[in-house]
């Protein structure tokens, strides 16, 4: 099966980008380079698109490097079907790192991040819902569904900081994924309501 890089960008459009081909690295990469090296990425370029395009190979060789990295995800709640491993959070360096379990069965809410972020599926299968915004004179956060990609062990999504999505688990196994975000506060992050069209801080 081919793997894919998927980028979605805030006004709900997508593309595939770059190599999705997983290349051995010749030497193990640690989690302290991937931070070392994503920290000198940021500092050389400073909008989401050329982030999320650098960044997406360096995650593809980490996970193939650092087979450790895809068991440090936590049995999803059975009552909010999800779970969330903080692998790194550090205090003024805007970079969250998480292990994400979903339970099939249950949906995300529609949502953005408010800072770029990257998926990168490990197991499971999951729908994600892609959607923009459709302001209408009474109705300012009202949104349109523009359409939905599937993503499958090996497959990275790869989302601006305005971007929303919402996320459904496939089948009948948990979905797990390496989650990256460039923020550590979320504070610019929203939820939607596409029933009575309003959105909340999330």
């Known amino acids: 099966m081919t793997n894919h890089n998927w980028l979605v960008a805030d006004d709900g459009t997508y593309r595939s980008f770059g190599d999705p081909e997983i290349i051995e690295p010749g030497r ?4 302290y380079r991937f931070l070392t090296e ?12 050329s982030r999320l395009e650098a960044i997406t190979p ?4 980490l996970l193939v490097s650092s087979y450790w990295l895809q068991m440090e995800y936590n049995t999803p709640n059975p009552i909010t079907g999800w779970s969330v491993n ?3 959070r550090e205090h003024q360096f805007p970079i969250t790192v998480q292990m994400v379990a979903w339970l099939p069965g249950h949906t995300s809410s ?14 499971g ?16 956060d009202q949104l349109e569904l523009v359409d939905e990609i599937v993503l499958n062990p090996g497959d990275v ?3 601006t900081a305005n971007a929303i999505h919402s996320v459904e688990p496939l089948g009948d196994e948990p979905t797990v ?14 939820e939607f309501d596409p029933e009575n069209h309003t959105a909340k801080s999330f």
């Open 28 to 31: 193990y990469y640690r989690l």
């Open 86 to 88: 903080f692998l790194y």
């Open 38 to 49: 994503l920290e000198d990425i940021l500092d050389i370029f400073h909008d989401d698109l």
């Open 125 to 140: 299968q999951e729908r994600n819902r892609i959607w923009r915004r459709s302001p209408q004179p009474n109705s300012p």
């Open 177 to 190: 994924s390496f989650n990256l975000y460039g923020a550590t506060s979320f504070s610019d992050r929203y």
């Open 58 to 61: 360096l995650v593809r060789k």
């Open 110 to 123: 529609i949502h953005n991040h408010g800072a770029w972020g990257i998926v990168a599926l490990l197991g």
């Open 157 to 159: 999504v790869a989302l």
